[in-house]
């Protein structure tokens, strides 16, 4: 390896290889960012694996913490950024301009994400598994207190994801109940969140072969019930525990299983609503549209987090109002940045939540 930045490539299904860059040239619109920390989810285990499609070769990493080591005059003023600023950035980038990039980033004219863009586009440095990422001028930085740190900053994402999935949806108002099903890294940001939200009750699933630790820390962030599936049934406990009425949200956060959209149908109240954020890869057999139709329930997809969402999660981190730091499981220097994925994984066995890979 010579003078370059350094970052792990992926060039094709579990195929990381450390690759050199040069060094790109900021504009007065764009930033680069020295990493310090990039965080994991389950959106890399299936890029790593292939089974969501890449165009190869690209720098995965979607949750990036840094410090910024160059920035443009007009980026600088945009968004109140010097050097030596921590940030995190947006999973997403656009052209910064359009209608739709004011709406959670989903751009119409060059959309982007971070850890998917190919290294041929130029400046090649566009994920996090990296020692430097380019901020494109579209991109969407968000200061946090250097004294956070920076696997601790990481979690912004998945709590971001909390506040969107958990609150903002659905409209969460105080003193509404919440089932949240699964407990990982997203479930247990829902739980933080909604009990940040001010939820009067929380209700949340887990595999307790798998899940024991994760079900311990929701019951430390909040929820007042964790339900172990493999030993009784979740809708007969969340109906028994609310008197029959079932809860007014319901967010299912579980990843493939397709069983849990079916349960959330039954668990939610009449006229309650359903937050759809576990992508299944495939369609819902026996999805009960009639039960929907019947209870006025109102369902909603989700997939990536609004800019107040981030800002939310930033705030709650920044204030140490909550040990977040709980969350933090594991970190991997950039080079193993595959065993991080595989700990991943392999979460029930290292009881891992919230994992970071790290130049």
């Not at 108002?173 to 407990?183: A, I, K, S």
């Not at 594991?330 to 065993?339: G, L, N, R, Y």
């Amino acid at each position: 390896m010579g003078d370059g930045i350094r970052a792990m490539v992926q060039v094709g299904p579990e195929q990381l290889e450390l690759q050199e860059f040069a060094r790109p040239r900021v504009g007065d619109d764009d930033a680069l960012l020295r990493i310090e920390a990039c965080g994991i989810c389950g959106t890399d285990v299936e890029t790593y694996s292939g089974s969501s499609l890449m165009n190869y070769p690209v720098i995965p990493g979607h949750e990036p913490v840094g410090i910024v080591e160059d920035v443009g005059e007009r980026y600088a003023e945009r968004w109140g950024l010097k050097p030596g600023d921590r940030v995190v950035a947006e999973a997403a980038y656009g052209c910064g301009r359009c209608l739709a990039c004011l709406d959670r980033q989903m751009c119409r004219v060059a959309p982007g994400n971070h850890g998917f863009t190919p290294t041929g586009r130029t400046p090649s440095l566009w994920g996090g598994y990296a020692e430097m990422m380019y901020l494109a001028p579209g991109s969407v930085p968000h200061k946090i207190d250097n004294s956070i740190p920076p696997r601790i900053a990481a979690l912004y994402n998945p709590l971001g994801a909390g506040f969107a999935w958990a609150v903002s949806a659905p409209g969460l108002r105080y003193g509404d109940t919440v089932t949240v099903l699964g407990p990982g890294q997203r479930g247990l940001a829902c739980v933080i969140a909604a009990a940040a939200a001010g939820a009067s009750a929380i209700f949340v699933t887990g595999l307790g072969s798998q899940d024991a630790h994760k079900l311990a820390l929701a019951a430390e962030f909040g929820a007042d019930v964790t339900i172990d599936v493999e030993s009784e049934n979740a809708v007969e406990r969340v109906l028994a525990e609310t008197n029959g009425r079932g809860t007014d949200i319901v967010v299912d956060t579980t990843p493939h299983a397709t069983q849990p959209v079916v349960d959330a149908v039954s668990m939610a109240r009449l006229g309650g609503t359903i937050v759809l954020a576990g992508l299944k890869g495939r369609g819902v057999d026996g999805f009960p549209s009639d039960d929907v139709a019947m209870r006025y329930q109102t369902v909603i997809g989700v997939r990536t987090v609004d800019f107040h969402s981030y800002r939310q999660a930033v705030r709650l981190i920044e204030s140490g109002s909550l040990p977040v730091e709980r969350l933090h499981t594991h970190h991997f220097p950039m080079e193993q940045a595959a065993d991080a994925v595989q700990t991943l994984v392999q979460a029930g066995i290292h009881n891992a939540v919230s994992i970071t890979v790290e130049p």
